[in-house]
């Protein structure tokens, strides 16, 4: 945010000015202050801030934060499986609400389909078997008896698919996975992925710098329950 | 949404491929492989959709999936009736905001005030007098003396008026209540309604399709939650 | 909402009716119910609806709602104040999409920058130093280590500026908050914020008021969640 043109922000400097004086100064210098943290790129800031917005349902800044994560680096193919990724971890609706201001942004800038990804991949990135067989047999057992649909929907779909797509690395989709995650408190789901994130390259200083980010964009409570969660995946992969 | 007519979608074909192309696919491909699974009907899949499109407060797609339920088979009074249900169980904003999409669709097709349930039901559906009193025993011992107001509430208007009215059956309205706490990951409340659920005739494969469903609209990780819930509702009943 | 004009409604009764007869006259018999209900204040009532409206990004009465806020007594400061304590509690989107409507409602009625809090308040008000520095260890012992930069900035800006501000009394910060705790069911958050509001002059009946009104405008599953929290509050300041 560090660029920001107060000109297109969804809500102008004087109308937050006109609620409160104190919330656009902290807009301006306590979001500078958090998106110039070192620890974390102005790239991956864009894909969590996105992540949050879409989970939350925001969309009144996502033409914006478009902008500003192409501007910091982010590919529009990043995003695209971005919006896909957040189809199955944020909702469906919330992907496709998020299309009317990420594809005017698209169309501004003249990125068509040429560069975004296929629907589907020439090559997908290669499956690690032994993981994903231990994936699957660990949920299958817990889960297979109760819902059989989403216990293969979930091996289908999202481990022997959406995963494995090249659009998006996987330490990448496993970024906006977690954000999606903290932003919505999912507490349950956060400990698989955030062990996947790490395994996925995320490091330590990242992801601790993915929860302060998210406190602002999904408020501080979101971000305080999930420090319980991040310091036990921590601990448990330094014993 | 097997015959969902590209035309009256909110978010058009070409603009979810505008920046995703696998996201239109999927849009079409998974969530007819959902919808046609069998264990639960199109009108069921109908009213928990659109549960879950109001508990989220997502009111761009409730036209579309309003036409649908009328057209699978959900009658005016039951659509209203849901959305009255989900005034209590999602939240009274949520409830009035489903108001301009589907009292359009109510328009367009001419369905009027004689076609909807009474503001008060000439007759009421009759009270299971002991399970009721069990309710109020086991919540009053819990929590009478904490917040009187919400406890007799919980009596007078939810357990003695809303869930008595016979415009939605009693396994009906149990359906859009569990896919609603589903949708907002209410696990805490889980246990007594798909329990509830379950007493007034949900079978157990139609539970598990439920949360299966609810994946694809409120994602994966709020019917991944609720799955160790379903798993202990499900042994409890079958010890 | 005693005095509302329906004229002014979002959703107007008519509309309202077409899709459920019931709900309007629920709206109507039923808020008035509970907010002519002795214990809390219409001011208070106000207050709480106001931060459960942000909280879930429900904009749409969010102009009517602080209509009745400033007829009930609470001041533009405090109005003011709310929003900016819930970009740090219920997220910024939530709080900057608030400015369009209450900007809207303030310019209706000449409130101008004058009655504002300014961006950083002349004199802050007295920090209880014992009682922080208590607070800021704990938190420090569990998650220094996790994410050093938002125990930093839990400190800074939370704790040290935005509680101390005095455009809002820390009774009323406290109550905008746990109502904010309550309508995102956040219960490891509101055993402390709950004890602070009452340290801070909440009373227990004021607090048992604040669930039973957020169960209409957060829905009846975040007021049941909140209850057990609540009751542990009590008891834990009564032994």
């Known amino acids: 945010m560090t660029n920001i043109q107060a000109a297109s922000r969804p809500f102008p400097p004087e109308l937050v000015r006109s609620v409160s004086p104190a919330l656009e100064t902290h807009t301006v210098d306590r979001l500078k202050e958090v998106w110039t943290r070192p620890g974390l790129s102005f790239r991956d800031r864009s894909l969590i801030s996105i992540?949050?917005?879409?989970?939350?349902?925001?969309?009144?800044?996502?033409?914006?934060?478009?902008?500003?994560?192409?501007?910091?680096?982010?590919?529009?193919?990043?995003?695209?499986?971005?919006?896909?990724?957040?189809?199955?971890?944020?909702?469906?609706?919330?992907?496709?609400?998020?299309?009317?201001?990420?594809?005017?942004?698209?169309?501004?800038?003249?990125?068509a389909a040429d560069q975004l990804p296929a629907e589907i991949p020439d090559q997908f990135l290669p499956l690690d078997e032994p993981a994903e067989a231990q994936r699957a047999k660990t949920v299958g057992e817990q889960f297979e008896a109760t819902a059989p649909g989403l216990v293969d929907y979930t091996t289908r779909f999202l481990f022997r698919d959406l995963w494995l797509r090249p659009g998006l690395a996987p330490r990448d989709r496993s970024l906006v996975t977690v954000a999606a995650l903290v932003t919505a408190s999912q507490s349950a789901q956060i400990t698989f992925h955030l062990t996947r994130a790490m395994d996925n390259g995320l490091t330590r200083e990242q992801a601790s710098e993915v929860v302060t980010h998210l406190a602002f964009y999904a408020g501080w409570p979101n971000a305080m329950s999930a420090l319980p969660v991040f310091r036990d995946v921590f601990a448990k992969r330094e014993a």
Do not use: C, K
């Open 51 to 111: 992540a949050a917005l879409i989970t939350r349902g925001q969309v009144a800044g996502l033409g914006l934060y478009t902008d500003h994560a192409l501007d910091n680096g982010v590919t529009p193919a990043e995003l695209s499986e971005t919006v896909l990724q957040l189809a199955y971890y944020a909702g469906w609706a919330n992907a496709l609400s998020a299309t009317p201001a990420m594809g005017a942004v698209f169309a501004a800038r003249g990125i």
